[in-house]
C-alpha cells in the first residue's frame, strides 16, 4: 500500500483518536481538528470515515508482514518466538496510536469492508507465529499436546489482554518490559 505523507499523517491521527476516544470520538469533525484544517480538507485525500479505517488496518497489516518478513530468524524456536514478539511490542510501544488495531474495539460493527481487513490483520498475525510455533514442535522443544493453532490462539489473546492493560495504564509503563514477562511466561507453559 502506497500512503502519501498526508494521507500516513490522518490514519495516524485517527488512529489517535480510536485509541483514546473510541469509535464514537473517530469523527470528521475531531480528525480535522487533530491535523489543525479545514473537514473538507480530509476528503481531498479520502473518501470516508471507513475509507480511514479500512487504510488504516490495511497499514497496519502491510507494516507487521513487511516487518516480520525481516526477521532474522535462528535455530532456536523459543528464541524465534522472543524475538517475533519483541519486534510487535516495540512497534506498539513507538506507536501507541495504533493499539486500537489489536482490539478492533467497535470497528467490527462498523462495515463489512473493515471486518475482513480486521480478519486480514489477524491472518497476517497467524501466518508469521504458526512456523515458528509448528518448527518448535518439529523439534520436540514445544508441546504437541496443543495444535499449533491453539497456541497460536492463546498467545494471541495473551497479547491482546497485555496491550489492553497497557492501554488502561494510559501507556505509563514499558510495553517491551511486559512483554518480555508475559513471553517468557508463555514459553513456559508450551515447553516441553
Known amino acids: 500500500m502506497v500512503l502519501t505523507n498526508r494521507q500516513h499523517d ?9 485509541t483514546t476516544s473510541g469509535l464514537s470520538g473517530l469523527t470528521v469533525k475531531n480528525l480535522a481538528r487533530e491535523m489543525q484544517f479545514a473537514e473538507s480538507a480530509l476528503y481531498r485525500h479520502f473518501k470516508s470515515k471507513e475509507e480511514i479505517i479500512v487504510t488504516m488496518l490495511q497499514y497496519l497489516a502491510d507494516d507487521i508482514d513487511e516487518r516480520l518478513k525481516k526477521i ?40 463489512q469492508e473493515i471486518n475482513k481487513k480486521i480478519l486480514q490483520l489477524i491472518d497476517t498475525k497467524t501466518r508469521h507465529l504458526i512456523p ?61
Do not use: C
Not at 182 to 191: E, P, S
Open 72 to 111: 532474522q530468524y535462528t535455530s532456536r524456536p523459543e528464541e524465534n518466538l522472543k524475538i517475533l514478539f519483541r519486534e510487535q511490542f516495540r512497534f506498539f510501544q513507538n506507536n501507541p496510536h495504533f493499539v486500537v488495531a489489536v482490539f478492533s474495539d467497535g470497528l467490527m460493527d462498523e462495515s
Open 10 to 18: 490522518i490514519i495516524e491521527a485517527a488512529g489517535k483518536l480510536l
Open 132 to 192: 515458528v510455533i509448528t518448527e518448535g514442535q518439529q523439534k520436540g522443544v514445544f508441546t504437541q499436546q496443543v495444535s499449533s493453532t491453539q497456541m497460536v490462539n492463546f498467545i494471541m489473546g495473551a497479547f491482546k489482554l497485555e496491550m489492553f492493560k497497557w492501554r488502561t495504564a494510559r501507556f505509563s509503563y514499558s510495553i517491551i518490559e511486559a512483554g518480555e514477562e508475559m513471553i517468557t511466561a508463555f514459553l513456559v507453559l508450551i515447553k516441553k
